[in-house]
């Protein structure tokens, strides 16, 4: 069946994908081109984001920029997006995906402020500066596409974690309101809130004793955490034209995290993170 009839043709269209050096970002990116967009790389890490746009121009023969910008830096930011818009062409579909990890777990009460402050700076007020930067071009333009990247932790509370719940809640709250601002100009506006995903960032975790990947895993019904292109398809369907009647959503791909009730009760044995490189070899 063809992308046309699927309605997930890309071909012309513009993407800027924020944090899309490594994992999420970078699965994210590669799956837009693959549907034929040019893509722009957005990353704190010039020489990575440099590299992946490279490794995707070569793959999928689409036209790809890799640009460094901090999100939470205005200037920084539309400079970045004029200089992509210049190489590329206006944006059409912004994918959010830049985020931070707390150093360590820790107590509210015990917690930096600091901390929580530098998570709303990157999360919130960088999905917001990066947003606000190019949302009125796509209305003027009378199409656009926002897809943000909030989390199951977005939807739920999780002790310890208190920093990183406001600021993904905050996403959702984001991704609601602004929907219903300019849906009637043909932009959309919508999140995803990705369970556990065994990207590099998350695996040196589980290596060092911060994360128990078995414990994780056994608490999702899919018994396994994600792979970053998991996520990716759901973002590219926010994408796609096949997406247009839908807005302020926000699709948990979570394997399911979100609904167990009763995580005592056992449903058989997981699946370890060996058997996840031959799901991607086999599907991705």
């Not at 929907?179 to 975790?205: D, I, M, Q, Y």
């Amino acid at each position: 069946m063809s992308q046309e009839i699927l309605g997930s043709d890309l071909t012309a269209k513009v993407c800027l994908v924020t944090g899309g050096a490594n994992g999420i970002g970078l699965a994210t990116a590669q799956a837009l081109a693959v549907r034929g967009a040019s893509v722009c790389i957005l990353d704190l890490d010039l020489e990575a984001a440099r590299a992946a746009a490279d490794s995707i121009g070569k793959s999928t023969r689409s036209q790809s920029l890799g640009l460094r910008a901090s999100v939470a830096s205005g200037p920084e930011v539309q400079e970045a997006i004029a200089q992509c818009s210049l190489a590329l062409g206006p944006i059409d579909i912004l994918v959010n995906n830049a985020g931070i990890l707390a150093p360590n777990p820790v107590n509210f009460a015990e917690i930096d402020v600091g901390e929580i402050e530098e998570m709303q700076r990157v999360h919130v007020m960088g999905t917001t500066i990066v947003t606000r930067a190019v949302i009125n071009s796509m209305v003027e333009r009378g199409f656009g596409r926002v897809i943000n990247v909030s989390s199951v932790f977005g939807l739920l509370g999780a002790p310890r974690r208190i920093g990183y719940c406001i600021a993904k809640h905050a996403i959702v709250g984001f991704t609601r309101a602004l929907a219903v601002e300019v849906a009637r100009s043909g932009v959309t506006v919508n999140a995803v809130a990705p369970g556990f995903v065994l990207t590099e960032h998350l695996k040196k975790r589980i290596e060092v004793g911060l994360l128990d990947y078995s414990r994780i895993a056994d608490r999702a019904p899919a018994g396994r955490w994600a792979i970053p292109e998991e996520i990716a398809h759901a973002i590219t369907f926010f994408a796609s034209p096949a997406s247009g009647f839908i807005t302020g959503v926000v699709l948990p791909v979570d394997g399911g995290y979100t609904i167990r009730g009763d995580d005592g009760e056992s449903l058989g044995p997981i699946q370890y993170p060996a058997a996840l490189e031959a799901l991607r070899a086999e599907v991705f």
